[in-house]
């Protein structure tokens, strides 16, 4: 029983969990931005996008290795 297992291969949900677990911190920042954008009075549109294509992630890519993460919007102040 000298085989090398790849979990991976074994469960394919395996690298969608590594996928979520990467992709966590990014969404708690985006909320983040958007509610600052709101307190500020800035468009939020830009960072709801960008939350919006962070849920997506896992509907493009199917291992962490792959996945291209989108540009964080960056916060300018309300003029």
């Known amino acids: 029983m000298d085989k090398e297992f790849n979990y991976n291969n074994l469960n394919p949900e395996c690298e969608l969990i590594l996928i979520r677990e990467?992709?966590?911190?990014?969404?708690?920042?985006?909320?983040?931005?958007?509610n600052i954008a709101l307190d500020n009075g800035v468009d939020i549109a830009p960072y709801r996008q960008y939350r919006q294509k962070l849920?997506?992630?896992t509907q493009t890519y199917t291992t962490l290795k792959d996945v291209v993460w989108p540009q964080k919007p960056s916060l300018q102040p309300s003029l």
């Open 22 to 34: 990467s992709r966590k911190p990014l969404l708690i920042e985006a909320d983040y931005l958007v």
């Open 55 to 57: 849920r997506d992630i």
